[in-house]
């Protein structure tokens, strides 16, 4: 008996999906998971795009026989915030009778949902969340394989430090630094790392300030970011904050010798139509992988952007799609070493995964600690040169140097 890719809350997110044989026609010998982004609101965008690489890596597994000689079949849901998070983790374990759970690109939904699943014993895997604390709770289901808020913030450091700083002619402990960041799980993580790190190597951070991403206003943010003689200005934030902070800035002449984004808004290739390719260019960020990196570290990078034309007719929009896809598929083809799909199964799976750096399409490799945290994951320097994001750090990744 065939069954459907279930359209949960929003259809329109899921019919593309839908149209997908591979995953819509599975065939009787299936295995369900659950993928829970969100796919309306404020951060529909990235939990889209998120979704987009999941659903290659299913595809192209299915297309290879699936996973213990099953075909998988994802059933949607829409973490739109923190309650529906919660009501569709509930949902999907209640009723739709998931095995695990795929997700959810934004920390808070992330931490909501899988308080849920960690009471029902269902294993989540998240491809996209940031937060230190989703792995850091004590729990026995959780699994993560994109890096965090702590490798974030390690890479602005070490950037300042190695490439930042000397581009500039200057000595790092002289520069002025600016710390802003959306106060949600998300930024206040990445922020409070950025202190930390930025302390230990003795920088001089004259301001830490966070804001709510429905801002509508930086501009006394900005004001104050001159005001202190603001050298390098750090800013953690999704698309419509990360818009909003370099428009006004642009608008008031405060011209920072470096902006450094942290992931969200700062990857996206809308955020650079939507506030100018002059006004980006030159800007940096620390991030996910993006696709211009260089190749032969980010082994099949290529074949993923050939993959995302063909099944979505563009190129990719940020490298959330890219590390959901590479993330689904370390945990899919553990899974198809074992047999069975219980939590004890899968977490044997997991353990036993070992994947050296430069042999994914992400560059970083695979092995999870006993809190189910990727720590072999790490993320890369990026620049705004010309139109594209370019990578310029680390030295192996990057495909051009960093430019002030």
Known sequence: MQKKLARALLPAAFAVAASTSVISTASA?????????????????????????????????????????????????????????????????????????????????????????????????????????????????????????????????DMILEAVAPALGRDAADLRIG????????????????????????????????????????????????????????????????????????????EPSAIIGGGGGYSMMPTAEAVGFDVIEGVLNADFTQYAVNEGFAVGVDEFVEAYRAKYGSDPRSGHSLNNYAGAKIVLEALDQVEGFTPETIREALMAVDIPAGTTAVGYGAKFAENGQNDAAFMMGMQWRDGELITVYPPDAAVADLEL
């Open 179 to 254: 710390i802003i960041h959306e106060d949600s799980n998300y930024g206040s993580s990445v922020a409070s790392f950025q202190e930390l790190y930025g302390e230990e190597a003795g920088l001089n951070i004259v301001m830490v300030e966070g804001y709510p991403a429905t801002n509508v206003d930086m501009s006394s943010i900005v004001l104050r970011l001159r005001e202190r003689d603001v050298d390098i200005v750090m800013q953690t934030s999704y698309q419509d904050d990360s818009i909003l902070f370099l428009r006004q800035a642009n608008e008031r002449g405060f």
């Open 29 to 157: 010998d299936e295995v369900k998971f659950g993928a829970l982004y969100p796919l309306s609101g404020p951060l529909a965008l990235l939990g889209e795009e998120s979704f987009r690489g999941l659903e290659i890596a299913v595809e192209e597994i299915n297309a290879n026989g699936g996973v213990q000689g099953m075909q998988i079949v994802l059933e949607g849901g829409d973490a739109v915030d923190q309650n529906q998070a919660i009501g569709e983790a509930r949902r999907l374990i209640s009723r739709e009778n998931v095995e695990a759970i795929f997700g959810t690109y934004a920390s808070s939904r992330s931490i909501a949902a899988s308080q849920v699943t960690e009471l029902a014993g269902v294993p989540y895997f998240e491809l996209g969340a940031v937060a230190h604390e989703i792995t850091n709770r004590g729990f026995e289901n959780m699994y993560r394989t994109n890096p965090t808020a702590r490798h974030m913030a390690r890479t602005h450091i």
